[in-house]
């Protein structure tokens, strides 16, 4: 059964950081793209950026430039670390791969 478990949100003042992790188990996370998609507060699921083993990470003009995607295939983990975070970045951010999705973590921006 794959499971994602998204952690690592929080309240930050914009222009801080936050590193969001998805711990991802049922699969071998090197063999398959995974994403981040988040959710703004009465919107619908944006695309954030997709990692691709093989390849460069993908990212949406919105957070080029300010997020980064890495991972540790030993721990089966993906990160999201978010830089120069603007209120246009609060919601709730999910981890995704296929048809899978956790739970989401919550990422507010807010001075």
């Known amino acids: 059964e794959v499971q994602l478990v998204e952690s690592g949100g929080g309240l930050v003042q914009p222009g801080g950081s936050l590193r969001l992790a998805c711990s991802a188990s049922g699969f071998t996370l090197h063999d398959y793209p995974m994403s981040w998609v988040r959710q703004a507060p009465g919107k619908g699921l944006e695309w954030v950026a997709t990692f691709i083993d093989g390849g460069s990470p993908i990212y949406a003009e919105a957070v080029k430039g300010r997020f980064t995607l890495s991972k540790d295939n030993a721990q089966n983990t993906i990160y999201l670390q978010m830089n120069m975070l603007k209120a246009d970045d609060t919601g709730t951010y999910y981890c995704?791969?296929?048809?899978?999705w956790g739970q989401g973590t919550q990422v507010n921006i807010s001075s």
């Open positions: 995704n791969f296929g048809t899978s």
